[in-house]
């Protein structure tokens, strides 16, 4: 049988899975990106538990309380859509040391990448 694993990135919408998983930085320690995007595969995948997104959002949006408020390990980047943070602040908080800008928006951080992860435990 041959494996596959679909990736749905989330500016793509989902709507062509038929059972897939999500994904999320949260769910993953070491990541400080809430970044979702799901998958599917002819094999069992399952997810790690979807903590509640507490963290704050580092921001330029004035509306946000938290605007204003200096750059700290404790708060998560956005990186779709460009986000606010700086690329150094980017890459340390995807796991990603070799991208630029452009790049890490549409990026997976390496430690949600499920297929080197998922193939390594199956036997076939």
């Known amino acids: ?7 749905h990135y989330r500016e793509r919408g989902y709507g062509s899975l038929k059972d897939p998983i999500m994904l999320c930085g949260g769910m993953f320690s ?11 595969s002819n094999f069992d995948l399952v997810a790690p538990e979807h903590p509640k997104h507490k963290a704050l959002v580092y ?3 004035k509306r946000k309380n938290h605007f204003g408020r ?12 460009g986000g606010n943070a700086s690329i150094a602040e980017k890459r340390k908080a995807m796991g990603i040391d070799w991208m630029i800008h452009k790049e890490i928006n549409e990026a997976i951080p390496p430690a949600i990448q499920i297929p080197r992860r998922a193939m ?5």
Do not use: H, N, P
């Open 1 to 7: 049988m041959r494996l596959w694993i679909a990736v």
């Open 30 to 40: 070491g990541l400080r990106v809430y970044s979702i995007d799901c998958f599917e």
């Open 59 to 61: 921001t330029f949006d």
């Open 70 to 81: 200096a750059m700290s390990e404790e708060m998560f980047v956005q990186v779709t859509g």
């Open 120 to 124: 390594g435990k199956l036997r076939v």
